[in-house]
């Protein structure tokens, strides 16, 4: 007979592998450091193969752990999907999540129809904003959860998904004496507002090749965005996962830098969270993540 794995183990195993530390991942958990290390090692027997690289310092999956924590992901999503079905009524009276708006069109729908089919009772309010301010916000526990862009210099929050960011621009003229847009000097771009992680990339990025610019648009809509691009009002970077087709992606041969690949992270609020907010934020990872993060 086939071992069976232990959602116990694995939830032990997710919170260290989100955690980098097994300490903190007792914290919460609720457990000793030395019982959540007890729990990976009995994984690692069940599964064959360690799943951390440790040291005195640093906590870091193997390729076997990193291979493990996709799947290990979706089976807690289902168990606590199933246990979600069975004991109802929900534990609280509606879930609110902060993101960016371009992660609220783009990569919540397929999370928030899952969500809805194991709690359909439980309202959800999402609350678009600009990354740092919805990390203060949540700091302080006025959301429940936060799908964000980390800024560069933090780890702070859980890994969800790497996500390369492109320069997009709109589609070419079929005028013959037609300049493309990414031709004019200064450039025009179409943004998000101050905070905006993206932004930021991308102004630093023209002002190290010595390449003038200018703000032709401000909007937190990305369906704005979007619009101003097609408009023709403006150039603009943004999250590959965000670029609708009907824009035309730039690339180094038309004089544009690469820009860096940016982490989407999750952040909850302080203390225990109820269940539909853990299934929610587990659905986050299964779908939104994926394979994606690195």
Known sequence: MPANLDTDLLRAFVAVADARSFTRAGDTLGRTQAAVSQQVRRLEEVVGTRVFQRDTKSVHLTQQGELLLTYARRMLTLNDEILALMHRPATVASVRIGTPDDYATMLLPGVL???????????????????????????????????????????????????????????????????????????????????????????????????????????????????????????????????????????????????????????RAPGMAAKPVRLLAEAIHDLVGGNRAA
Do not use: Q
Request: aromatic fraction near 6%; hydrophobic fraction near 45%.
């Open 113 to 267: 129809a899952r969500f809805a089919a194991a709690y359909p009772d439980v309202p959800v309010e999402v609350i678009c904003d600009n990354s740092p301010d919805l990390v203060a916000e949540i700091d302080k526990g006025r959301y429940d959860l936060a799908l964000v862009t980390r800024h560069p210099d933090s780890r702070s929050g859980e890994l969800v998904r790497r996500e390369p960011v492109a320069w997009v621009a709109p589609p070419r003229s079929t005028a013959v004496d037609s300049t493309p847009i990414e031709r004019e000097d200064p450039l025009p771009l179409a943004l998000f507002p101050k905070g905006c992680v993206v932004r930021d990339l991308a102004v630093a990025a023209l002002e190290g090749i010595g390449r003038g610019w200018r703000v032709a648009f401000i909007s937190k809509s990305v369906v704005a965005v979007h619009g101003a691009v097609l408009g023709g009002l403006g150039v603009t970077a943004m999250e590959e996962c965000t670029v609708p087709p009907s824009l035309r992606r730039l690339t180094a041969a038309d004089g544009f830098p690469d820009l860096p690949d940016i982490d989407i992270a999750l952040h």
